[in-house]
């Protein structure tokens, strides 16, 4: 089992930054991708960014809405996933939640939730303008 604890959520205004950031415990040494996901109000779960924990660099995919603005990143033991969000738009408001899976080809439909089996508890970005 994985637990995923999510962090560094808050209020700002647009144009600002935070940093989110998930702490990994548990069976992370199963865990072949990570990813945030965001549900604003009325709308589906949608992928934001995803990395995964082979290679040494790792590969990134994101969201053609946050690129450019979001950046994904992790520490070297894995454990922790970061999520860099600058130039925040009133459309970045939502509850953002950490995700992983045990999965090969994780990165295939990437952006399906169904595809992920652990989930934190979210933490909530309200951007205001």
């Known amino acids: 089992q994985v637990q995923l604890v999510e962090s560094g959520g808050g209020s700002v205004q647009a144009g600002g930054s935070l940093t989110l950031s998930c702490a990994a415990s548990?069976?992370?040494?199963?865990?072949?991708?990570m990813a945030w996901f965001r549900q604003a109000p009325g709308k589906e779960r949608e992928g934001v960014a995803i990395i995964t924990n082979t290679g040494s660099s790792g590969s990134v995919l994101y969201a053609d809405s946050v690129l450019g603005r979001f950046t994904i990143s992790q520490d070297n033991a894995k454990n922790t996933l970061y999520l860099q969000m600058n130039s925040l738009k009133a459309g970045d408001t939502a509850m953002y939640y950490c995700?992983?899976?045990?999965?090969?080809?994780?990165?295939?439909?990437?952006?399906?939730?169904?595809?992920?089996?652990?989930w934190g508890q979210g933490t909530q970005v309200t951007v205001s303008s």
């Open positions: 548990g069976s992370t040494y199963s865990i072949t991708c």
């Open positions: 995700a992983a899976t045990w999965r090969y080809g994780c990165f295939s439909g990437w952006q399906r939730a169904a595809g992920f089996d652990y």
